[in-house]
């Protein structure tokens, strides 16, 4: 069964920083495109940012210049550096991603578990 891992979630205080992890399990399936998402209780989920396979990223707004997020080629993951944590920024983060088998050919759209990212003192 082809999913994706995430890890890295936890608790941290305002003004810290987490990294989330996410890759693909069997880890032979090649990462495309790769977005991150989060949704607080009581809101909608939210797009949070993007990377595409030549490694361009787009932000929202609210986590511009907070957030980053890279991939690792050699180990086929992609990282959400998240950097100034604000308690708004408390949420379910999940990732996102197109897949493709070591061949080339398209395999699908995947989503993470989801892990919980709390920022409080």
């Known amino acids: 069964q082809v999913q994706l891992v995430e890890s890295g979630g936890g608790l941290v205080q305002p003004g810290g920083s987490l990294r989330l992890s996410c890759a693909p399990s069997p880890a032979i399936f090649v990462i495309n495109t790769m977005g991150w998402y989060r949704q607080a209780p009581g809101k909608q989920r939210e797009w949070v940012g993007s990377n595409t396979a030549g490694g361009t990223a787009n932000y929202a707004d609210s986590v511009k210049g907070r957030f980053t997020i890279s991939r690792d080629n050699a180990k086929n993951t992609v990282y959400l550096q998240m950097n100034s944590l604000e308690p708004e920024d408390t949420a379910v983060y999940s990732c996102?991603?197109?897949?493709?088998?070591?061949?080339?050919?398209?395999?699908?759209?995947?989503w993470g578990q989801g892990t919980q990212v709390t920022v409080s003192t």
């Open positions: 996102n991603a197109v897949l493709f088998r070591p061949n080339g050919v398209f395999l699908g759209d995947y």
